[in-house]
Nanobody, 120 residues
């Protein structure tokens, strides 16, 4: 019923930048919180950044000052601007969203993931 498609990953040198995007589509009534998580090989998935429907944000300590999350509510899209990238930022990045569907059901959805690789 609802699909999240994330994109924008790639290979970048340390110190470089990438911008991830995640677009939600389908039977959407409204979207509450949206966020980005990442999972590196052999590690658990961790929260990177989170944004509420009102625009309040929070970040993992490891990315504060380097990453910025934003959203376009009209387009049901969330972004992650990543600057000053480090090799330890290498991971698969997943977006997620708390979506209220047109049947007024609240569910949690995930994107398919996009690979970010930072070379030293």
């Amino acid at each position: 019923q609802v699909r999240l498609v994330d994109a924008g990953g790639g290979l970048v040198q340390a110190g470089g930048s990438l911008r991830l995007s995640c677009a939600a589509s389908g039977k959407i009534f409204s979207i509450d919180a949206m966020g980005w998580y990442r999972q590196a090989p052999g590690k658990q998935r961790e929260l990177v950044a989170h944004i509420t429907s009102g625009g309040s944000t929070n970040y993992a300590d490891s990315v504060k000052g380097r990453f910025t999350i934003s959203r376009d509510n009209a387009k049901n899209t969330v972004f992650l601007q990543m600057n000053s990238l480090k090799p330890e930022d290498t991971a698969v990045y997943y977006c997620n969203a708390d979506v209220v569907t047109t049947t007024h059901r609240l569910d949690h959805y995930w994107g398919q993931g996009t690979q970010v690789t930072v070379s030293s």
